[in-house]
Antibody, heavy 118, light 107 residues
Framework: QVQLVQSGAEVKKPGASLKVSCKAS????????ISWVRQAPGQGLEWMGW????????NYAQMLQDRVTMTTDTSTSTAYMELRSLRSDDTALYYC???????????WGQGTLVTVSS | EIVLTQSPVTLSLSPGERATLSCRAS??????LAWYQQKPGQAPRLLIY???NRATGIPARFSGSGSGTDFTLTISSLEPEDFAVYYC?????????FGGGTKVEIK
């Protein structure tokens, strides 16, 4: 069965960087892209960006594109999301999801809680 | 950017009642619209894709309709487990966007 398993919760200070992983299993990793979606406390869903696991092409949300980098490691079927220069309003639950790039989000990771606080 | 506006923000209904949720796009998304359900403490779950196709394992009481700019998610008869927040999402163009959500609560 398809599974996306994310890395654990993180606490970061303002200005620091964050890297969250998302390990995929149960399907051919390079056949689908991975999107990252975040959800601030009590708020809705915000799409952050997408990466093709086939060729590494990316598309980022404009408001994050200067601070975010998405990568994949096809040898381990793992996607990564790095966010730099963290601010308090980056505090959120971060999800990876299979999809984007012409596909809906059919499978989701369990979420990674990121807290940015001094 | 395509803005998705969901209405109502909150829907108060009783089990067994019919729920009708709306999602309106600021420009045409063709049929490239999906619906997700999210319960507290859980990741979103895909219900409907491409406007009217039920995802694997989704009960038949969930149905989607619409195309272009106006879409509807209908739950024909609410079960206790259906009280949750519902989001629409478009994949017609970058950036991908979500609606603000509709909370279906118990009346």
């Amino acid at each position: 069965q398809v599974q996306l398993v994310q890395s654990g919760a993180e606490v970061k200070k303002p200005g620091a960087s964050l890297k969250v992983s998302c390990k995929a299993s149960g399907y051919t990793f390079t056949n689908y892209g991975i999107s990252w979606v975040r959800q601030a406390p009590g708020q809705g869903l915000e799409w952050m960006g997408w990466i093709s696991a086939y060729n590494g092409n990316t598309n980022y949300a404009q408001m994050l594109q200067d601070r975010v980098t998405m990568t994949t490691d096809t040898s381990t079927s793992t996607a990564y999301m790095e966010l730099r220069s963290l601010r308090s309003d980056d505090t959120a639950l971060y999800y990876c999801a299979r999809g984007g790039g012409g596909w809906h989000f059919d499978y989701w990771g369990q979420g990674t809680l990121v807290t940015v606080s001094s | 950017e395509i803005v998705l506006t969901q209405s109502p923000v909150t829907l108060s209904l009783s089990p067994g009642e019919r729920a009708t949720l709306s999602c309106r796009a600021s420009q045409s998304v063709s049929s490239y619209l999906a619906w997700y359900q999210q319960k507290p403490g859980q990741a979103p779950r895909l219900l409907i894709y491409d406007a009217s196709n039920r995802a694997t394992g989704i009960p038949a009481r969930f149905s989607g309709s619409g195309s272009g700019t106006d879409f509807t998610l209908t739950i024909s008869s609410l079960e206790p487990e259906d009280f949750a927040v519902y989001y629409c999402q478009q994949r017609s163009s970058w950036p991908l966007t979500f609606g603000g959500g509709t909370k279906v609560e118990i009346k």
